[in-house]
């Protein structure tokens, strides 16, 4: 079983502020080990669920040298193989040759989401409101229209409260949901520590891929 792992930074458990999202900023370094770690939870659940390869690509724009490469590579679990690209969503390849299934971990709230952890869509400068065939969606809607492009279902979302909720309505009731942190505003949140949270992403994980027609390809 082929897994695609696709992953942003502000729906893991831990992170509530810019400082730890940005690069140069003084808890980053913070933010890319619980970054990791809780990748490194998905990868684990989803080899326990019947992956045979599996390949992770971090979606987190924190600018400077870690725009899409915010992912402590040392630190990252041997059983998954991870791309570095020079702009996002610009790495296709292993969605083209064939993919069972996607699973989306640390992902946030669209912009203007009231409960949103750092919500936001691309860019919280430059974008506001994204519609795709009259349906506003978020980053997780933009992720999964690339893998419905090649029929890859996205069977897990993990984050926040908000964002679960996001992508059930866009989704569907079949998709598996981690919720790690509940909002309390964008910069607001009451969280499960990070080691429970890497229990419950993984263990989602896995019970996600024991199906994998409980959702539908997003076209």
Not at 20 to 48: D, H, M
Not at 169 to 187: S, W, Y
Not at 193 to 203: F, G, H, I, N
Request: aromatic share 6%; glycine share 14%; net charge negative.
């Amino acid at each position: 079983m082929r897994v695609h792992i696709i992953s942003d930074m502000e729906g893991i458990s831990g992170i509530v502020h810019p400082d730890q999202t940005g690069a140069g900023k003084p808890q980053f370094g913070e933010g890319r080990q619980l970054y990791t770690e809780e990748i490194n939870a998905a990868v684990r659940g989803a080899k326990a669920g019947g992956a045979t390869e599996i390949v992770v690509m971090d979606c987190h724009g924190a600018g400077e040298g870690y725009s899409w490469n915010s992912l402590i590579a040392e630190d990252l679990d041997p059983d998954c193989e991870f791309v570095v690209q020079d702009e996002w969503t610009g790495y296709t390849a292993f969605l083209e040759s064939g993919c069972d299934a996607a699973l989306f971990v640390g992902m946030h709230a669209m912009a203007g989401t009231a409960d949103g952890v750092l919500n936001h869509t691309v860019s919280g400068v430059d974008w506001q409101n994204l519609w795709f065939n009259g349906t506003r969606v978020g980053e997780t809607g933009i992720n999964a229209a690339l893998c419905g492009t090649w029929g890859c279902p996205v069977l897990l979302v993990t984050g926040d409260r908000a964002s679960g909720r996001e992508a059930k309505g866009l989704l569907g009731e079949g998709l598996t949901t981690v919720e790690v942190k509940e909002g309390l505003g964008a910069r607001t949140a009451r969280l499960l520590t990070p080691k429970r949270a890497r229990e419950l992403v993984e263990a989602g994980a896995k019970r996600a891929l024991s199906d994998l027609k409980a959702v539908a390809p997003y076209d």
